[in-house]
Antibody, heavy 119, light 113 residues
């Protein structure tokens, strides 16, 4: 299984932009066999897919978040990232990065990082 | 969007017995070209990340005990856990990965002993 590690701020203010990165120790972001994605889980709630992309493909996003989120690949640092702008309290969640051999199928997950949106 | 609905929301099963969780999708997840169902099951133990148990509705991932099995096709799917063990306490989610966006998860089923 591919190991993944999220990193980013634990606390962000409303209306600001969240930036998270997912590093891939022991793996390669340029491996075209894999797709990469972000999923979040609000406190005590279920799982919500945010967006995904493969190395050679265009990103796809959840329609409810499109326009606020960007998923991108940083080949030089062997990682991929998530940006969410115009944050509100509703964006408070544990954010997971995940990967798999098929777009949308998440075979390996990071440990998750809690992001709280609060002033 | 394809809506995934699980039942029940929670259940309690005795150790050694069988647990059965159902998942229904609002559209068929069966590909007419590959004849495969684009349906996955995940296990999320308390305080942990989700773990993929089953893909393609019936294919158990490497290392997943044979006590876990998936069945179903089209819009109706089932996850069965036989000989329930204490470590099976978790929330279980179904998810489709067909015709995104968006990929959607069921609301989860909490399994207790």
């Amino acid at each position: 299984q591919v190991q993944l590690q999220e990193s980013g701020p634990g606390l962000v203010k409303p209306s600001e932009t969240l930036s998270l990165t997912c590093s891939i120790p022991g793996g390669s972001i340029t491996n075209s066999d894999y797709s990469w994605g972000w999923i979040r889980q609000s406190p005590g709630k279920g799982l919500e897919w945010i967006g995904s992309l493969s190395y050679a493909g265009s990103p796809i996003y959840h329609p409810s978040l499109k326009g606020r989120v960007t998923v991108s690949i940083d080949s030089s640092n062997n990682q991929f990232s998530l940006q969410v702008n115009s944050l509100t309290a509703a964006d408070t969640a544990v954010y997971y990065c995940a990967t798999g051999l098929r777009l949308g199928l998440f075979e390996s997950w990071g440990q998750g990082t809690l992001v709280t949106v609060s002033s | 969007d394809i809506v995934m609905t699980q039942s029940p929301d929670s259940l309690a099963v005795f150790l050694g017995e069988r647990a059965t969780i159902h998942c229904r999708s609002s559209q068929s997840l069966l590909s007419t070209s590959t004849y495969r169902n684009h349906l996955a099951w995940y296990q999320q133990r308390p305080g942990q990340s989700p773990k993929l148990l089953i893909s393609w509705a019936t294919t158990r991932e490497s290392g997943v005990p044979a006590r876990f099995s998936g069945s179903g096709t089209g819009t109706d799917f089932t996850l069965s856990i036989s000989n329930l063990q204490a470590e099976d306490v978790a929330v279980y989610y179904c998810q489709h990965y067909y015709h995104a966006p968006p990929y959607t998860f069921g609301q989860g089923t909490r399994l207790e002993i």
